[in-house]
């Protein structure tokens, strides 16, 4: 079955800069589009950023900037560089995985998250 594994997470000062992973198994990773979202305390999950497997990539406009996704294909692995970080990043993040073609299409599978705690 698909699993995603994020890690990276953890504690940071504003500014700084943190790098989650993402390994995935189960799947044929090269063909599945892939997101990262967040959730807050009380808030909606939000979309941050995703690529699909042509490597065309789409970012939150709050995250635009500083936030970089990329992927290797032959560690079956994405990833969430997170730059200049603020307070209100703090969340839970959430690695996701669809073979579906189009970005309105949703994700199908999910990671178990990984706390981000950005301290001002």
């Known amino acids: 079955q698909v699993q995603l594994v994020e890690s990276g997470g953890g504690l940071v000062q504003a500014g700084g800069s943190l790098r989650l992973s993402c390994a995935a198994s189960?799947?044929?990773?090269?063909?599945?589009?892939m997101g990262w979202f967040r959730q807050a305390p009380g808030t909606e999950r939000e979309f941050v950023g995703g690529i699909n497997w042509s490597a065309t990539i789409h970012y939150a406009d709050s995250v635009k900037g500083r936030f970089t996704i990329s992927r290797d294909n032959a560690k079956n692995t994405v990833y969430l560089q997170m730059n200049s970080l603020k307070p209100e990043d703090t969340a839970v993040y959430y690695c996701a995985a669809s073979p579906r073609l189009f970005w309105d299409q949703g994700y199908d599978y999910w990671g178990q998250g990984t706390q981000v705690t950005v301290s001002s």
């Open positions: 189960g799947l044929t990773f090269s063909n599945y589009r």
